[in-house]
Nanobody, 118 residues
Framework: QVQLVESGGGVVQAGGSLRLSCAAS????????MAWFRQAPGKEREFVAD???????YYADSVKGRFTISRDNAKNMMYLQMNSLKPADTAVYFC????????????WGQGAQVTVSS
């Protein structure tokens, strides 16, 4: 089992920045892929970014160039630096993890609210 806990959410004005953190505990491993998803009110959960065990990163088109995903395996931490925030980025952000050889993320955090005011 892997436990994930997000932190760093809050309220920010449009154009501002926030950094989300995800702390992993339990049977953690550098062989896990990790990701950020988000869910806005009335919408389905959507992919934001992920970072593979190899270090390769992938981003949704909507955040490319504004968000940066990173991880520190020694500290069992993952981060999402969010710059140039827009009201459309308002959502609950979820941290997720999976073993690299499996498809589909199956460990989830409880979520962190990010609200961007116009």
């Amino acid at each position: 089992q892997v436990q994930l806990v997000e932190s760093g959410g809050g309220v920010v004005q449009a154009g501002g920045s926030l950094r989300l953190s995800c702390a992993a505990s339990g049977r953690t491993s550098s062989s896990y892929d990790m990701a950020w998803f988000r869910q806005a009110p009335g919408k389905e959960r959507e992919f934001v970014a992920d970072i593979r065990w190899s270090g390769h990163t992938y981003y949704a088109d909507s955040v490319k160039g504004r968000f940066t995903i990173s991880r520190d395996n020694a500290k069992n931490m993952m981060y999402l630096q969010m710059n140039s925030l827009k009201p459309a980025d308002t959502a609950v952000y979820f941290c997720a993890a999976k073993y690299s050889l499996l498809d589909g993320y199956y460990y989830w955090g409880q979520g962190a609210q990010v609200t961007v005011s116009s």
